[in-house]
């Protein structure tokens, strides 16, 4: 059974950092692209960032520079590190997976929220 475990969101200040996790299991997680999505209140869920196996990242243009995505492939988890913070960047962040067979798998979230 696939599980996608996000975790380390909460409640952070402005110019705060939170260091977002995803555990994954029931699939190859090494030959998984594996990339963190977030939904804002009333808006449409967006990118903003992937990996590919090989290690090559893409982010999206409102976080590059502040936010920094990474694999563990030992561990089989997923990393954001989130400097910088806003309060625009308040959402719920989603791990995902897409293998090479082409299953795309999600997590549940885990909600930061960046507010003084």
């Known amino acids: 059974q696939v599980q996608l475990v996000e975790s380390g969101g909460g409640l952070v200040q402005p110019g705060g950092s939170l260091r977002l996790s995803c555990a994954a299991s029931?699939?190859?997680?090494?030959?998984?692209?594996m990339s963190w999505y977030r939904q804002a209140p009333g808006k449409e869920r967006e990118l903003v960032a992937y990996?590919?196996?090989?290690?090559?990242?893409n982010y999206a243009e409102s976080t590059k520079g502040r936010f920094t995505i990474s694999r563990d492939n030992a561990k089989n988890t997923l990393y954001l590190q989130m400097n910088s913070l806003k309060p625009e960047n308040t959402a719920v962040y989603y791990c995902?997976?897409?293998?090479?067979?082409?299953?795309?798998?999600w997590g549940k979230g885990t909600l930061v929220t960046v507010s003084s």
């Open positions: 029931g699939f190859t997680f090494s030959s998984a692209t």
């Open positions: 990996i590919t196996t090989r290690g090559t990242t």
């Open positions: 995902k997976a897409s293998t090479l067979l082409g299953m795309v798998y």
